[in-house]
């Protein structure tokens, strides 16, 4: 089997712990394939959701943490650059600037807050009613992202049930079936497609993003193009559930996992 781990963090991003090329390494001693390193560029600062026009200032270190990390790796794995690309729609002309770069192979379109909220990690849940809402908000503002198109996948559908949970509402996707399928047909229609992110089976959220239900509805609606990643933002979890990710591929009815080189997809056989 070849593993593919295509969204990764280093300490480009505010939250990773180790570079890009330590990373990689890690990748290589598990076994990884291909894998992406997909730094955050997240258009609202995390704490309060306002706008961040210079998300993209890290830009020229993440690039030389790259270049710096393919020559000492000297082939040891099929290192690729990309960018987690977070709130995409709430600043349409700077995000279609950032996403024109064309040094990039792969980017995910994310969502960890919705307008004029924090991160989801951030909000402090007090009702069931509250996280309903806000999870009808979350759902709709994926529409906009699809519209808009500055991105290859939607990361981590279903993110918000990781944090209400831990506020005590086990609260997923559940109830919005016929808004998915339409979000996935709209995907479909544009060439986009979903990844499947494992961190959730390593916290108590104890599912991938998105969960099965999810997947096969993706699928069902003719959906192909789907990576699969661990999220990770230290070495330790690099690679970490990848095979259980394609075992729940295969029984969800893909017959192929995604990567990208260059924004192009390419499929290789589960």
């Not at 082939?75 to 600037?97: K, Q, T, V, Y």
């Amino acid at each position: 089997m070849i593993l593919t781990d295509f969204h990764t963090h280093s300490y480009c991003s505010d939250d990773g712990t180790a570079s890009i090329y330590e990373m990689a390494l890690a990748g290589a001693e598990k076994g990884v394939s291909i894998m992406c390193i997909t730094d955050h560029v997240d258009i609202d600062y995390f704490e309060t959701g306002g706008l961040n026009p210079d998300c993209f200032s890290h830009w020229g270190k993440i690039k030389e943490e790259y270049a710096r990390a393919v020559e000492k790796l000297q082939g040891r794995i099929d290192l690729r650059l990309g960018i987690e690309f977070g709130e995409a729609n709430h600043a349409p002309e700077l995000a279609e600037s950032i996403a024109s770069t064309g040094e990039l192979d792969f980017i995910i379109g994310s969502l960890h807050n919705v307008r004029d909220y924090p991160d989801f990690f951030c909000i402090r849940y007090k009702s069931e009613k509250e996280c309903r809402e806000l999870v009808d908000r979350y759902i709709e503002e994926h529409f906009e992202l699809a519209e808009l198109g500055f991105f290859d996948v939607l990361g981590h559908l279903g993110y918000t049930k990781r944090y209400m949970k831990r506020r005590g509402f086990d609260i997923g996707l559940e109830g919005h079936e016929d808004r998915l399928r339409e979000l996935f047909r709209l995907l479909i229609q544009n060439g986009k497609g979903i990844e499947l992110n494992t961190s959730g089976l390593r916290d108590t959220t104890g599912s991938t993003f998105p969960e099965k239900h999810v997947l096969k509805l993706y699928r069902e609606a003719g959906g192909e193009i789907i990576t699969v990643g661990s999220d990770s933002h230290r070495t330790e979890d690099v690679g970490a559930n990848i095979e259980d990710a394609c075992e729940l591929l295969r029984e969800a009815g893909f017959e192929y996992v995604t990567v990208f080189k260059k924004r192009k997809p390419e499929f290789i056989k589960l």
